[in-house]
Protein backbone atom coordinates (compact mmCIF):
# COMPACT_ATOMS: atom_id res chain seq x y z
CA UNK A 1 0.00 0.00 0.00
CA UNK A 2 1.31 3.37 -0.93
CA UNK A 3 1.04 5.76 1.57
CA UNK A 4 0.15 9.29 1.42
CA UNK A 5 2.00 12.68 2.14
CA UNK A 6 1.49 13.01 6.13
CA UNK A 7 1.01 9.60 6.92
CA UNK A 8 2.33 8.45 10.20
CA UNK A 9 6.08 6.30 10.24
CA UNK A 10 4.51 3.58 12.67
CA UNK A 11 1.48 3.16 10.11
CA UNK A 12 3.62 3.39 7.15
CA UNK A 13 6.13 0.63 8.63
CA UNK A 14 3.10 -1.78 8.10
CA UNK A 15 3.29 -4.36 5.62
CA UNK A 16 -0.74 -4.22 4.13
CA UNK A 17 -1.80 -7.63 2.55
CA UNK A 18 -2.86 -7.55 -0.82
CA UNK A 19 -6.31 -9.23 -0.04
CA UNK A 20 -7.09 -5.51 1.70
CA UNK A 21 -5.07 -3.45 -0.58
CA UNK A 22 -6.90 -4.19 -3.55
CA UNK A 23 -10.41 -4.04 -2.55
CA UNK A 24 -9.49 -0.51 -0.62
CA UNK A 25 -8.10 0.38 -4.26
CA UNK A 26 -11.55 -0.75 -5.91
CA UNK A 27 -13.74 0.97 -3.56
CA UNK A 28 -11.29 4.33 -3.84
CA UNK A 29 -12.30 4.36 -7.51
CA UNK A 30 -15.88 3.84 -7.18
CA UNK A 31 -15.89 6.34 -4.58
CA UNK A 32 -14.85 8.30 -7.79
CA UNK A 33 -16.02 7.00 -10.74
CA UNK A 34 -19.50 6.04 -9.31
CA UNK A 35 -20.56 8.39 -6.84
CA UNK A 36 -18.11 11.58 -8.36
CA UNK A 37 -16.36 12.91 -5.31
CA UNK A 38 -14.04 15.80 -5.05
CA UNK A 39 -10.24 15.03 -4.77
CA UNK A 40 -10.13 16.71 -1.59
CA UNK A 41 -13.17 14.41 -0.22
CA UNK A 42 -11.48 11.17 -1.91
CA UNK A 43 -8.20 12.13 -0.60
CA UNK A 44 -9.69 11.88 2.71
CA UNK A 45 -11.35 9.20 2.27
CA UNK A 46 -7.77 7.38 0.97
CA UNK A 47 -6.19 8.93 4.64
CA UNK A 48 -8.85 7.78 6.69
CA UNK A 49 -8.83 3.87 5.09
CA UNK A 50 -5.72 3.55 4.89
CA UNK A 51 -4.85 3.95 8.65
CA UNK A 52 -8.20 1.29 8.93
CA UNK A 53 -6.10 -1.20 7.15
CA UNK A 54 -3.01 -0.78 8.50
CA UNK A 55 -4.32 -1.21 12.05
CA UNK A 56 -6.17 -4.51 11.19
CA UNK A 57 -3.58 -5.43 9.28
CA UNK A 58 -1.19 -5.41 13.03
CA UNK A 59 -4.68 -7.19 13.85
CA UNK A 60 -4.26 -10.41 11.68
CA UNK A 61 -6.59 -9.60 9.08
CA UNK A 62 -5.56 -10.00 5.31
CA UNK A 63 -8.44 -10.18 3.52
CA UNK A 64 -12.20 -8.44 3.94
CA UNK A 65 -13.52 -11.64 5.39
CA UNK A 66 -11.07 -11.68 8.33
CA UNK A 67 -12.57 -8.18 9.65
CA UNK A 68 -15.04 -8.71 12.61
CA UNK A 69 -17.64 -6.75 14.46
CA UNK A 70 -15.39 -6.63 17.40
CA UNK A 71 -12.60 -5.79 15.49
CA UNK A 72 -13.93 -2.70 13.59
CA UNK A 73 -15.75 -1.51 16.31
CA UNK A 74 -12.17 -2.07 18.73
CA UNK A 75 -11.19 0.50 15.75
CA UNK A 76 -13.04 3.46 16.91
CA UNK A 77 -11.14 3.35 20.56
CA UNK A 78 -7.80 3.30 18.82
CA UNK A 79 -9.20 6.54 16.77
CA UNK A 80 -10.29 7.86 20.17
CA UNK A 81 -7.15 6.92 22.28
CA UNK A 82 -4.14 7.03 19.67
CA UNK A 83 -3.37 3.89 20.68
CA UNK A 84 -1.56 2.83 16.85
CA UNK A 85 0.95 5.65 17.31
CA UNK A 86 -1.08 7.91 15.66
CA UNK A 87 -2.17 11.58 16.91
CA UNK A 88 -6.23 11.25 18.54
CA UNK A 89 -8.43 12.47 16.04
CA UNK A 90 -11.03 14.80 16.52
CA UNK A 91 -15.06 14.04 16.92
CA UNK A 92 -15.78 15.49 14.16
CA UNK A 93 -12.94 13.91 12.11
CA UNK A 94 -13.73 10.86 13.56
CA UNK A 95 -17.01 10.48 12.64
CA UNK A 96 -15.69 11.24 9.18
CA UNK A 97 -12.96 8.17 9.75
CA UNK A 98 -15.92 5.77 11.07
CA UNK A 99 -18.15 6.63 8.06
CA UNK A 100 -15.49 6.06 5.48
CA UNK A 101 -15.04 2.33 6.89
CA UNK A 102 -18.59 1.60 7.34
CA UNK A 103 -18.82 2.66 3.64
CA UNK A 104 -15.54 0.33 2.96
CA UNK A 105 -17.12 -2.94 4.51
CA UNK A 106 -20.32 -2.20 3.24
CA UNK A 107 -19.02 -2.12 -0.12
CA UNK A 108 -17.16 -5.46 0.47
CA UNK A 109 -19.81 -7.23 1.27
CA UNK A 110 -21.93 -6.05 -1.80
CA UNK A 111 -19.13 -7.15 -3.92
CA UNK A 112 -18.86 -10.78 -2.78
CA UNK A 113 -15.72 -10.13 -0.81
CA UNK A 114 -16.71 -10.45 3.00
CA UNK A 115 -19.41 -13.07 3.75
CA UNK A 116 -21.06 -9.73 5.87
CA UNK A 117 -20.78 -6.17 6.38
CA UNK A 118 -18.85 -5.83 10.00
CA UNK A 119 -19.52 -2.52 9.86
CA UNK A 120 -23.08 -2.01 9.62
CA UNK A 121 -23.94 -1.05 13.47
CA UNK A 122 -21.02 0.83 13.47
CA UNK A 123 -20.82 4.18 15.46
CA UNK A 124 -18.81 6.86 15.93
CA UNK A 125 -18.50 9.23 19.20
CA UNK A 126 -21.52 11.62 20.03
CA UNK A 127 -20.05 14.87 18.44
CA UNK A 128 -19.78 18.49 20.43
CA UNK A 129 -22.96 20.51 18.42
CA UNK A 130 -21.09 23.50 17.09
CA UNK A 131 -22.98 26.52 15.78
CA UNK A 132 -21.92 27.78 12.67
CA UNK A 133 -20.58 31.17 13.20
CA UNK A 134 -21.74 33.99 10.54
CA UNK A 135 -21.18 37.98 11.21
CA UNK A 136 -23.76 40.74 11.37
CA UNK A 137 -25.05 41.93 7.82
CA UNK A 138 -23.03 45.59 8.72
CA UNK A 139 -19.64 43.50 8.58
CA UNK A 140 -20.34 41.34 5.64
CA UNK A 141 -21.27 44.99 3.54
CA UNK A 142 -18.07 46.25 4.86
CA UNK A 143 -16.08 43.29 3.38
CA UNK A 144 -17.95 43.65 -0.37
CA UNK A 145 -17.00 46.97 -0.19
CA UNK A 146 -13.68 46.40 0.94
CA UNK A 147 -13.44 43.99 -1.63
CA UNK A 148 -14.37 46.85 -4.79
CA UNK A 149 -11.86 49.43 -3.54
CA UNK A 150 -9.29 50.19 -6.07
CA UNK A 151 -8.41 50.08 -9.54
CA UNK A 152 -7.89 47.68 -12.45
CA UNK A 153 -8.95 43.89 -12.46
CA UNK A 154 -8.73 42.53 -9.25
CA UNK A 155 -11.22 44.70 -7.07
CA UNK A 156 -13.74 44.23 -9.89
CA UNK A 157 -12.98 40.24 -9.91
CA UNK A 158 -12.57 40.05 -5.72
CA UNK A 159 -16.19 42.32 -5.61
CA UNK A 160 -17.62 39.59 -8.24
CA UNK A 161 -16.74 36.65 -6.29
CA UNK A 162 -17.73 37.64 -2.88
CA UNK A 163 -20.72 39.42 -4.28
CA UNK A 164 -21.83 35.81 -5.33
CA UNK A 165 -20.60 34.05 -2.98
CA UNK A 166 -23.11 35.99 -0.14
CA UNK A 167 -25.89 35.80 -2.69
CA UNK A 168 -25.78 32.10 -3.03
CA UNK A 169 -24.58 30.87 -0.23
CA UNK A 170 -22.20 28.62 -2.57
CA UNK A 171 -19.30 27.00 -1.00
CA UNK A 172 -15.61 28.15 -2.36
CA UNK A 173 -14.98 25.37 -4.24
CA UNK A 174 -18.43 25.72 -6.09
CA UNK A 175 -17.38 29.13 -6.52
CA UNK A 176 -14.31 28.83 -8.11
CA UNK A 177 -15.52 25.70 -10.26
CA UNK A 178 -17.88 28.21 -12.13
CA UNK A 179 -18.03 28.27 -15.79
CA UNK A 180 -19.47 31.14 -17.51
CA UNK A 181 -22.19 29.41 -18.85
CA UNK A 182 -22.82 28.48 -15.23
CA UNK A 183 -24.09 31.95 -14.70
CA UNK A 184 -27.15 33.59 -16.42
CA UNK A 185 -27.25 37.46 -16.29
CA UNK A 186 -30.64 38.12 -17.33
CA UNK A 187 -32.15 41.83 -15.38
CA UNK A 188 -35.52 39.65 -14.94
CA UNK A 189 -34.67 36.83 -13.04
CA UNK A 190 -30.49 36.41 -12.92
CA UNK A 191 -29.12 32.81 -11.41
CA UNK A 192 -26.62 30.33 -10.80
CA UNK A 193 -25.81 26.51 -11.62
CA UNK A 194 -23.92 25.59 -8.80
CA UNK A 195 -22.32 21.78 -8.49
CA UNK A 196 -22.20 20.40 -4.84
CA UNK A 197 -20.94 17.56 -3.34
CA UNK A 198 -20.83 14.28 -5.88
CA UNK A 199 -21.40 16.96 -8.30
CA UNK A 200 -25.20 17.44 -7.41
CA UNK A 201 -26.17 20.39 -9.47
CA UNK A 202 -28.83 22.85 -7.77
CA UNK A 203 -30.22 26.52 -9.78
CA UNK A 204 -29.67 29.45 -7.06
CA UNK A 205 -30.97 33.27 -7.83
CA UNK A 206 -28.79 35.69 -7.61
CA UNK A 207 -29.65 38.75 -6.62
CA UNK A 208 -29.69 42.60 -8.54
CA UNK A 209 -25.79 43.40 -6.17
CA UNK A 210 -24.74 40.26 -7.33
CA UNK A 211 -25.76 40.08 -10.45
CA UNK A 212 -23.89 43.88 -11.43
CA UNK A 213 -21.26 42.97 -10.02
CA UNK A 214 -20.87 39.62 -11.74
CA UNK A 215 -21.34 41.62 -14.98
CA UNK A 216 -18.81 44.42 -14.10
CA UNK A 217 -16.22 41.82 -13.74
CA UNK A 218 -17.36 39.51 -17.10
CA UNK A 219 -17.34 42.75 -18.81
CA UNK A 220 -14.30 44.87 -18.05
CA UNK A 221 -12.04 42.98 -16.42
CA UNK A 222 -12.31 38.75 -17.09
CA UNK A 223 -11.30 39.82 -21.18
CA UNK A 224 -8.26 41.72 -19.73
CA UNK A 225 -7.27 38.48 -17.37
CA UNK A 226 -8.31 35.96 -20.18
CA UNK A 227 -6.22 37.34 -22.22
CA UNK A 228 -3.00 35.90 -20.47
CA UNK A 229 -4.24 32.39 -20.81
CA UNK A 230 -5.52 30.02 -22.49
CA UNK A 231 -9.00 30.55 -23.27
CA UNK A 232 -10.22 28.44 -20.07
CA UNK A 233 -14.40 28.70 -19.75
CA UNK A 234 -13.33 29.64 -15.58
CA UNK A 235 -15.81 32.30 -14.53
CA UNK A 236 -13.10 33.12 -11.85
CA UNK A 237 -9.22 34.37 -12.89
CA UNK A 238 -6.42 34.81 -11.06
CA UNK A 239 -3.33 37.42 -12.78
CA UNK A 240 -2.72 34.74 -15.25
CA UNK A 241 -5.36 34.01 -16.82
CA UNK A 242 -5.88 30.25 -15.17
CA UNK A 243 -9.04 29.17 -12.76
CA UNK A 244 -8.64 30.79 -9.32
CA UNK A 245 -7.89 28.48 -6.36
CA UNK A 246 -9.36 27.69 -3.82
CA UNK A 247 -6.65 28.81 -1.68
CA UNK A 248 -6.53 32.38 -3.74
CA UNK A 249 -10.83 32.86 -3.20
CA UNK A 250 -9.77 32.35 0.60
CA UNK A 251 -6.72 34.91 0.80
CA UNK A 252 -9.44 37.41 -1.39
CA UNK A 253 -12.23 36.89 1.81
CA UNK A 254 -9.35 37.59 4.41
CA UNK A 255 -7.45 40.44 2.81
CA UNK A 256 -11.09 42.33 2.47
CA UNK A 257 -11.98 41.50 5.78
CA UNK A 258 -8.55 42.61 7.25
CA UNK A 259 -8.70 45.71 5.40
CA UNK A 260 -12.91 46.35 6.29
CA UNK A 261 -11.35 46.80 10.05
CA UNK A 262 -14.17 43.57 10.99
CA UNK A 263 -13.64 42.21 14.53
CA UNK A 264 -11.76 39.08 14.37
CA UNK A 265 -11.22 39.59 10.64
CA UNK A 266 -8.65 36.47 10.73
CA UNK A 267 -11.04 33.79 11.99
CA UNK A 268 -13.53 35.29 8.52
CA UNK A 269 -13.37 32.48 5.86
CA UNK A 270 -15.48 31.46 2.96
CA UNK A 271 -18.31 28.86 5.06
CA UNK A 272 -18.50 32.20 7.33
CA UNK A 273 -19.88 33.78 3.82
CA UNK A 274 -21.97 30.56 3.61
CA UNK A 275 -23.74 30.16 7.13
CA UNK A 276 -24.00 33.86 6.62
CA UNK A 277 -26.46 33.72 3.95
CA UNK A 278 -28.09 30.79 5.22
CA UNK A 279 -28.52 32.91 8.99
CA UNK A 280 -29.70 36.41 7.57
CA UNK A 281 -32.32 34.23 5.31
CA UNK A 282 -33.54 32.81 8.00
CA UNK A 283 -33.67 35.95 10.21
CA UNK A 284 -35.77 37.97 7.63
CA UNK A 285 -38.38 35.15 7.50
CA UNK A 286 -37.08 32.42 5.11
CA UNK A 287 -38.47 28.88 5.35
CA UNK A 288 -35.59 26.58 6.62
CA UNK A 289 -36.69 23.81 3.76
CA UNK A 290 -36.22 26.85 1.25
CA UNK A 291 -32.60 27.66 2.68
CA UNK A 292 -32.11 23.69 2.65
CA UNK A 293 -32.35 23.61 -0.98
CA UNK A 294 -30.76 26.95 -1.46
CA UNK A 295 -27.70 25.50 0.32
CA UNK A 296 -27.61 21.64 -1.22
CA UNK A 297 -28.18 20.10 1.94
CA UNK A 298 -29.54 15.98 1.23
CA UNK A 299 -31.17 17.00 5.00
CA UNK A 300 -32.99 19.32 6.36
CA UNK A 301 -31.68 18.36 9.94
CA UNK A 302 -27.84 19.95 8.26
CA UNK A 303 -29.84 23.30 7.95
CA UNK A 304 -31.95 23.25 11.18
CA UNK A 305 -28.84 23.86 12.90
CA UNK A 306 -28.66 27.29 11.85
CA UNK A 307 -32.10 28.07 13.25
CA UNK A 308 -30.01 28.16 16.77
CA UNK A 309 -28.03 31.33 16.02
CA UNK A 310 -31.21 33.37 15.88
CA UNK A 311 -32.44 33.09 19.37
CA UNK A 312 -33.10 36.58 19.62
CA UNK A 313 -35.02 36.83 16.49
CA UNK A 314 -37.08 33.72 17.53
CA UNK A 315 -37.86 34.89 21.16
CA UNK A 316 -38.66 38.14 19.76
CA UNK A 317 -41.51 36.01 17.44
CA UNK A 318 -42.63 34.17 20.92
CA UNK A 319 -43.56 37.33 22.36
CA UNK A 320 -45.54 39.29 19.60
CA UNK A 321 -47.16 35.82 18.59
CA UNK A 322 -48.39 33.90 21.54
CA UNK A 323 -51.24 34.94 23.78
CA UNK A 324 -49.99 34.12 27.01
CA UNK A 325 -46.37 35.30 26.38
CA UNK A 326 -46.40 38.16 28.12
CA UNK A 327 -47.97 39.09 31.52
Known amino acids: MQTTPGTDAATAAVEVPRGLAAPLAGYLAHLRVERGLSDNTLGAYRRDLERFVAHVA ?8 DLTRELVEGYVEVLRTGADGRPVLAPSSTARAVASVRGWTRFCASEGLADA ?14 LPRAIPVDDVLAILEAAGAGDGERPLRD ?9 TGARISEAVGLDLDDVELDPRGSAVRLFGKGRKERVVPLGSYARDAVEAYVVRARPVLAARGTGIPALFLNTRGRRLSRQSAWAVLRD ?13 SPHTLRHSFATHLLQGGADVRVVQELLGHASVTTTQIYTLVTPDALREMYLTSHPRALG
Open 256 to 268: AAQRAGIAHADDV
Open 117 to 130: DPGSRLKPPARPRR
Open 159 to 167: RALLELVYA
Open 58 to 65: TQGAVTPT
